[in-house]
């Protein structure tokens, strides 16, 4: 059985920094396309950044591009978010995700979320 559990979310002030893990079990990291996503209030997801596995590149959404950074840690099955000068408009929640076929361009498993929360 896949599970991903997110962790690391919560209320930040704008420009401030936040860290996200997402810790696997059931499902090895180095085989498939792993990334992020967020849905925000009223608003539907929106893929924030993913590790492609079918050409190696790594995808962020524009507006995340220089202030956000995916990583993993493949010993640990558990993969980051490190998100720095965080706006307004970051604020959302934030699922893990892992894509089977490995091209980014749908995850199959994802876990619960976090919400973090950026305030003026």
């Known amino acids: 059985e896949v599970q991903l559990v997110e962790s690391g979310g919560g209320l930040v002030q704008a420009g401030g920094s936040l860290r996200l893990s997402c810790a696997a079990s059931g499902v090895t990291f180095d085989d498939y396309a792993i990334g992020w996503f967020r849905q925000a209030p009223g608003k539907e997801h929106e893929g924030v950044v993913c590790i492609s596995r079918s050409d190696g590149k790594t995808y962020y959404v524009d507006s995340v591009k220089g202030r956000f950074t995916i990583s993993s840690d493949n010993a640990k099955n558990t993969m980051y978010l490190q998100m720095n000068s965080l706006k307004l408009e970051d604020t959302a929640v934030y699922y893990c995700?892992?894509?089977?076929?490995?091209?980014?361009?749908?995850?199959?498993?994802w876990g619960q979320g976090t919400q973090v929360t950026v305030s003026s």
């Open positions: 995700g892992v894509d089977l076929v490995g091209s980014c361009m749908r995850y199959d498993y």
